[in-house]
């Protein structure tokens, strides 16, 4: 299995990159990729490094959101607006009118959530409004339909204010804020990361996957299912595995049988975990663990994708580097059938943060996009070479 790196861009213009989300925004069939961030952490200026009133104004000259076009990977501003200290994200069709919209909501020391509405012309400027300020640092939303009422939410995990939440939306998404009573809450004192919402146990609703944790909305139920705990306005809560750290999450069918199975990977450990960071899958509905690797440093990237066209589902596992780590490593488990995994290392030495695996190329094999998170700015392809010596990129 080979991979080739091309780096994109060696000078994005934000530092702390954490949004990186591939999608179609000119309408070509190959996706292009938005990527934002929190801002420079330190100062470039010697002398002054840490001083928190230049740092600000310093973060202020940045583009906090910026978009590549596909093919040539161009580069262009989503929005003119700056230093918006943005991490969480998720893209959503928030007004019906079939084009992706773009949620981010801020990271360490900020509350808001945002949304940008994408206009015909990508390469204009989004419009940006404000959904709401209710908790502290956003590290996950998704946009699915989690209480299973037809229509999808926005669905956010705050890791300050420990707090499983969402938003439905509402008749007139422009207005700014949206108005509180779409706001509700699952559970508080839950710190997690990863968030997924999917039809988990195949019953035909929807559940949400939070960290370790599955969440199912049943308010016609008056007591939970096996050892699930009961939460307030009819929503339950069930445990995967305990003991695992700022987990990232995957869903998909990895063994066959017909049932979806959850990946976790312990995404910032050991820097904010009790261990190296582990990579796992569980198969319900016991959760029988299946661990692949024990011994990662902040394996923060996760993805479930068909990489060597087999008809598997392989696993995608990648390191950040943070300044410590200096061989990061790019891992494919590669799914040979019936819960068997075969572990090849695709890349070495390129620390990346939130990479997701994606057909950039448009030749029907997934490749890999991703960028850093910190030190250092670059935003990075991994080109899938798997049967296709006929590409010269």
């Given at each position: 299995?080979?991979f ?85 994200n ?11 919209d ?37 590290h ?90 009961q ?24 063994d ?26 569980f198969?319900?509905p ?35 580097g ?11 488990f ?50 899938n ?9």
């Amino acid at each position: 299995m080979e991979f080739t790196h091309e780096v994109i861009d060696d000078s994005p213009p934000c530092g702390r990159l954490g949004i990186c989300l591939p999608t179609d925004l000119t309408g070509n069939g190959v996706p292009d990729v938005i990527i934002g961030g929190l801002g420079r952490e330190k100062l470039p200026i010697v002398g002054v490094s840490g001083v928190p009133v230049v740092g600000r104004l310093l973060r202020r000259l940045e583009t906090s959101i910026f978009w590549y076009e596909n093919p040539g990977w161009k580069r262009h501003k989503l929005t003119t607006d700056s230093d918006l200290h943005v991490f969480g994200n998720a893209l959503g069709d928030v007004t019906g009118n079939g084009r992706f919209d773009l949620f981010a909501g801020q990271g360490i020391g900020g509350r808001d959530i945002y949304w940008f509405e994408q206009p015909s012309n990508p390469r204009r400027p989004w419009t940006k409004r404000t959904v709401g300020s209710p908790f502290s640092k956003y590290h996950d939303l998704v946009f699915g339909d989690v209480d299973n009422d037809g229509e999808p939410e926005l669905v956010g995990a705050s890791q300050n204010s420990e707090v499983v939440f969402y938003y439905d939306v509402p008749d007139d998404p422009t207005q700014s804020p949206w108005p509180e009573e779409c706001l509700h809450v699952i559970e508080t004192e839950q710190n997690v990361e990863g968030l997924a919402v999917v039809d988990i146990d195949g019953d035909g609703r929807n559940e949400l996957i939070a960290g370790p944790n599955v969440y199912r909305y049943r308010k016609d139920t008056l007591t939970p299912d096996g050892g699930a705990v009961q939460l307030s306005e009819g929503w339950h809560r069930e445990s995967i595995v305990s003991g695992w750290d700022w987990t990232r999450v995957a869903v998909g069918d990895l063994d066959g049988d017909g049932e979806l199975e959850v990946v976790l990977s312990e995404g910032d450990s050991p820097l904010l975990g009790s261990r190296m960071g582990r990579v796992g899958w569980f198969d319900p509905p016991e959760w029988d663990a299946h661990i692949l690797r024990d011994d990662m440093y902040c394996p923060h990237s996760l993805q479930l994708a068909d990489f060597d066209g087999n008809g598997w589902p392989d696993i995608y596992v990648a390191e950040m580097g943070l300044g410590a780590n200096d061989d990061p490593e790019h891992v494919i488990f590669r799914n040979r059938g019936g819960g068997e995994f075969e572990e090849t290392t695709i890349h070495r030495d390129v620390p990346t943060h939130e990479a997701k695996a994606v057909d950039v190329s448009g030749n029907g094999w997934p490749d890999i996009v991703g960028k850093s998170y910190t030190p250092g700015r670059h935003v990075d392809v991994w080109y899938n070479r798997n049967g296709r010596a006929e590409d010269t990129r």
